[in-house]
């Protein structure tokens, strides 16, 4: 399944940010040739997949003066993950109802395509003031199955400032988390050092309670935040626009450049994106740990993707052609995950994620026939991602 995560891409949804890289959790939706935008492929790169904290974690102590000076430091850490990444993409996907009204997923008549690849992700960070600030820096090497090059597809900086965590009160099972963040995406634009900007906030709340074979906890979060972009990855990000006045598709392709408009093979007028693109995330999961294996968690989880895209009206004025932001068109996108994680001692963990996209909230199946479908986050129906993920430091 290639991810083609397209603004839109995100889809991841998209980093191992600071908590991903100390909890060892860290999804990535990593592209596939041809190479896809900063965006494709870190849409998915947000906190999404941060498991809930464990009770252990939640619990308050009190510290010393001396504990809480050394806690003020910079405290470094290392890890790494590699992973057997296949996305598979289909000729006709008929979305949640194949899944819970029939007993195939794809149909006689369908055809699919799966694109292996392997990806490997070192990442350095560094946390100040008890984890209050996280900032940590990703490589990205990714080879496709089949083919000998190994590309280096990004390079990614996350920064984040807690600005509470903690427990609503002593004996509250809840614990929450907002915070404010940004992450810059590098690398895999032509070569440009710098492809685009994401700010936000990001707030979660977390619930632990024991169950009789073992412990529950609940998670939700929030993640709204806006994306702005280099110039670089502006001029080549562009967007389809409305044409108020029709006699200016017929203009020469020299005089459309001339004012920034690029007329496409379609015959479609596009223009530079000058404002920033506007995102939500959501989500909702469970994790079960089962009593009988305590190295072992199950963890379901449903997502919800938004984005705001700027769009753009081309007039004819006295002063000659005007380009004018006319509105910001929305498009959503579901997937439902399931994670097996089986924890081998304290650095070393092994994951299996399998996931299923939708196009709106539950509105459509993502296939290869209808490209409109697929423009946030590419043509991947079904993913599964293998990964084993090491703590260095």
């Not at 998915?44 to 252990?56: C, G, T």
């Not at 029939?102 to 990806?119: F, M």
């Not at 596009?270 to 199950?298: C, D, E, I, W």
């Amino acid at each position: 399944m290639t991810q083609q995560m397209t603004p839109r891409s995100s889809l991841a949804l998209v980093v191992l940010t600071a908590i991903q890289a100390t909890t060892l959790l860290s999804p990535v939706a990593l592209a596939a040739q041809p190479m896809l935008s900063p965006e494709e492929e870190h849409l998915e790169e947000r906190k999404i997949e941060a498991p809930a904290e464990s009770a252990a974690t939640l619990d308050t102590t009190k510290e010393t003066k001396s504990d809480a000076s050394d806690k003020a430091g910079p405290q470094f850490y290392g890890s790494f993950e590699l992973r057997h990444r296949t996305q598979r993409e289909m000729l006709q996907d008929h979305g949640p109802g194949r899944v819970t009204m029939g007993p195939r997923l794809i149909s006689d008549d369908d055809t699919a395509t799966d694109k292996p690849a392997i990806l490997l992700r070192p990442t350095l960070g560094a946390n100040f003031f008890d984890k209050a600030l996280d900032t940590s820096f990703t490589l990205q090497l990714q080879n496709n199955i089949g083919d000998n090059r190994i590309l280096k597809t990004d390079a990614i900086n996350s920064t984040q400032w807690n600005v509470l965590r903690g427990k609503f009160n002593a004996d509250s099972p809840w614990s929450f988390g907002p915070s404010a963040f940004t992450s810059f995406f590098t690398g895999s634009h032509k070569g440009a050092n710098f492809a685009y900007t994401d700010i936000g906030f990001f707030g979660e709340a977390n619930f632990q309670t024991p169950v009789p074979t073992g412990a529950l906890s609940l998670r939700g979060y929030v993640n709204p935040l806006a994306e702005f972009y280099s110039k670089e990855y502006s001029q080549t990000n562009r967007q389809k626009a409305s044409l108020v006045e029709g006699d200016i598709g017929a203009r020469s392709s020299g005089d459309l450049a001339l004012v920034g408009l690029i007329k496409d093979s379609n015959g479609d007028i596009t223009v530079q994106q000058a404002h920033p693109m506007l995102l939500a995330y959501y989500g909702v999961g469970a994790t079960y740990l089962p009593g009988f294996a305590k190295n072992l968690s199950l963890m379901a989880g449903l997502d919800l993707i938004q984005t705001w895209r700027p769009t753009y009206s081309v007039t004819e004025t006295a002063d000659g052609i005007k380009t004018d932001l006319d509105h910001y068109s929305n498009q959503a996108c579901t997937f439902n995950r399931l994670m097996i994680t089986y924890k081998i001692n304290d650095r070393v963990s092994i994951v299996d994620q399998a996931r299923h996209y939708v196009g709106g909230f539950y509105q459509y199946g993502i296939d290869t026939n209808h490209p409109e479908q697929t423009q946030m986050i590419g043509k991947v129906s079904w993913e599964n991602r293998l990964s084993l993920l090491v703590t260095l430091f």
